[in-house]
């Protein structure tokens, strides 16, 4: 509960006061979270909501285009612009249905200055990083192009959906745009029934990766820019009619609940079932005329929750029509109590670190297959003894989700609203809200993601608390069976070993992540550190959503403990864990980080562009604080 008494924040804080009374009003004025609506029609949101949801699209019947793709660099963007920057029409541009080698042959006079059918490959998804050691640090325009048969289509529709593409895409198919996204962590599709042929269909994707202040995230983050197709590419096909969208999760009065959207001209008036053959379950009833329709059930005794230690996923099929979908889904509770996290009923500390999307090896691609990413989650789950991963700051793969549902890890699912995106930009906001509806329309079957995070430590301002504020109540109303977070990095020292906590948003939020380097970045010893003692105002969990010290693999100063020894390291943790061990309302912690990974920022001898607060190496290998955290959460997680 915020308390708003001008006279009390004026005490505390040590800053304008005239503008954090502002932003505190402003913020006390709005409701908190209206209670949502059925998600089926949550009209408000429909410009947001991208146009196929597509759900469960990756287990859905479809034709993998991944593989070898042509690609082709285009910094100064010739392939979209004369050189006095005229833009082109498409037929001129390189997404143009044209192949340069047939064509030359036809006119050997024809002059062409690209030729994406002869330019070199590379195995997609994947980053342009890894193609090629000269493409490292190459953020601008890049061509793909792949030649594909169709698959028959026998009255059905095709649509072609990427995984993901970082961060502006523009499709062009047998020469015609077909479509454009923004945002380099979530999914996009284009139908494409009317547009494909029988054979060697041109796909050609422009893929730009230039970060602008305006763009999500801005210009200058803390992690390496993985420009390029870096998820599957598939055809996937539907009958004329099918089921676009299905939210199915336990809900907190003991039911099982599924709101089912289909899509097609023949979507009212459909009978729906919903079947957990394993529960002896089926839901049945009959869309709107608007193609949607909410059943739901009490929860059969024999249900078995869904939880870290027993993660129980059942097999959940939904059909309309001619159409059927299956998935692998888990059912349990999350909520909150004063400063406690409920998970089915019961209250659970997150053990958990934080987690960048790059796989394990001195040369990552952001190439996330299952292996990939069950090596980096076992990690966690059987090394550290967690029970909980922040995927940091951005969606990552939904292999990564599905990862965790079946090993049984707790998810924290971010946008990368981070640092100093331009709060002001109207169209930056509608980015976002765009970014976070993709991610939950995206995973919100996921048992394992139990948090909405809607930015990491962004600076307190009216326009950065109402942006904010703005997308936690979309994430309320797209899901309002999780919780909604952000990672904060604004409390407040009220002088040596005292901090509090006071940022107007963690009013819009259920669960306050708290990022603190008090002993790395922050001033004051390792025994300050120990000796702090923290103070929130707010009756709501807080976890530390981050804390972190660097520390080269192999570099050892038992003596002397310099910054970047493992020796450091691990005293830093020591002493960071104590302090946490006193915090009444701290609920859980993903410490910053697990693995080591790519930053341009971080330059000096032990880092040599690898920001080295990983508990392990980049190739996995295992510091002396990994075993300080895994001890601490092996203790942890004894106690019940
Ligand atoms: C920040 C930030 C991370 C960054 C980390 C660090 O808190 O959220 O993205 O990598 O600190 O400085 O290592």
């Known amino acids: 509960m915020v308390k708003t008494t001008g006279e ?86 390189r997404g143009a249905d044209i192949n340069v080698e047939q064509a030359s042959r036809d006119n050997p006079n024809a002059l062409y200055e690209y030729d994406l059918g002869r330019a070199p490959l590379a195995d997609i998804p994947g980053s342009w990083i890894g193609y090629d050691p000269q493409l490292r640090y190459y953020n601008g325009l890049m061509w793909y192009q792949k030649r594909f048969d169709a698959p028959a289509a026998d009255g059905k529709r095709i649509f072609l959906r990427f995984g993901a593409a970082d961060y502006r895409a523009t499709v062009y198919l047998n020469g015609q745009v077909i479509g454009e996204h923004e945002g380099g962590f979530t999914p996009f599709a284009f139908d494409v029934t009317d547009k494909l042929r029988a054979k060697d269909n041109n796909l050609v994707v422009a893929v730009d990766s230039t970060r602008t202040p305006d763009t999500i995230p801005p210009t200058v983050t803390d992690w390496e820019t993985y420009g390029g197709i870096t998820r599957d590419v598939t055809l996937v096909t539907t009958p004329q009619t099918y089921i676009d969208d299905d939210f199915i999760r336990l809900t907190k009065d003991g039911r099982i609940a599924a709101d089912v959207a289909l899509e097609g001209a023949d979507k009212a008036d459909q009978a729906v079932e919903v079947s957990v053959p394993a529960l002896k379950l089926m839901l049945k009833g009959t869309t709107g005329a608007d193609g949607r329709v909410s059943l739901s059930a009490k929860a059969p005794a024999g249900l078995k929750r869904w ?78 003894h967690g029970n909980f991963v922040r995927l940091a700051h951005y969606p990552h793969s939904e292999v990564t989700t599905r990862m965790a549902d079946e090993l049984g890890l707790l998810v924290w699912s971010e946008i990368p609203v981070y640092w100093s995106a331009n709060f002001t930009r109207p169209e930056t906001l509608q980015a976002a809200q765009k970014m976070i509806a993709e991610n939950i329309l995206r995973d919100r079957n996921r048992a394992a993601v139990v948090i909405w995070s809607v930015g990491n430590e962004t600076p307190i301002s009216d326009a950065r608390n109402h942006f904010l504020g703005t997308l936690a109540q979309e994430a309320h109303d797209l899901d309002g069976s999780r919780l909604i977070s952000a990672a904060l990095n604004t409390a407040t020292s009220n002088g040596p070993n005292d901090i509090s906590i006071k940022d107007p948003l963690a009013a819009y939020l259920d669960v306050i992540g708290i990022n603190t380097y008090n002993g790395w970045y922050g001033n004051g010893t390792l025994e ?75 330059q000096n001898t ?9 508990l392990l190496s980049e190739t996995g290998q295992r510091k002396q604080a990994f075993f300080v955290l895994g001890d601490y959460y092996q203790k942890k997680a004894g106690e019940k």
């Open 8 to 93: 009390e924040i004026v005490m505390r804080r040590n800053r304008p006061v005239f503008a954090s009374i502002i932003a505190t009003l402003m913020l006390a004025a709005t409701p908190l979270y209206a209670a949502p609506a059925s998600p089926a029609d949550n009209a408000a949101y429909a410009a947001l909501v991208p146009a196929y949801v597509l759900v469960n699209a990756d287990r859905r019947e479809g034709v993998s285009l991944s593989g070898p793709w042509h690609y082709s660099v285009d910094p100064y963007r010739d392939g979209q612009a004369d050189f006095l920057g005229r833009p082109f029409k498409v037929s001129q541009t």
């Open 307 to 384: 939880s870290p230690d027993t993660p129980t996923l059942y097999d959940v099929r939904v059909t309309a029509g001619a159409d059927s979908l299956s998935d692998r889904i888990g059912f349990r509770t999350i909520e909150v109590k004063g400063s406690q996290i409920i998970l089915n009923g019961k209250p659970l500390f997150l053990r958990g670190i934080s987690l960048h999307e790059e796989e394990f090896g001195p040369d990552p691609s952001r190439r996330i297959t299952p292996e990939a990413s069950r090596a980096l989650l076992t990690e966690i789950k059987t090394g550290l």
């Open 528 to 602: 300050d550190v120990r000796k702090t003692v923290w103070h929130s105002d707010y009756d709501k969990p807080m976890i530390f959503s981050e804390f972190g010290a660097g520390a080269k693999y192999g570099y050892h100063d038992p003596a002397q403990q310099h910054r970047f020894s493992e020796d450091y390291q691990a005293s830093y943790y020591k002493a960071t864990l104590e302090m946490a061990d006193h915090i009444p309302f701290l609920a859980g912690m993903s410490p910053w980080i697990l693995k080591d990974f790519r930053s341009p920022r971080r």
């Open 606 to 614: 032990w880092q040599q562009g690898w920001n080295r607060k990983g």
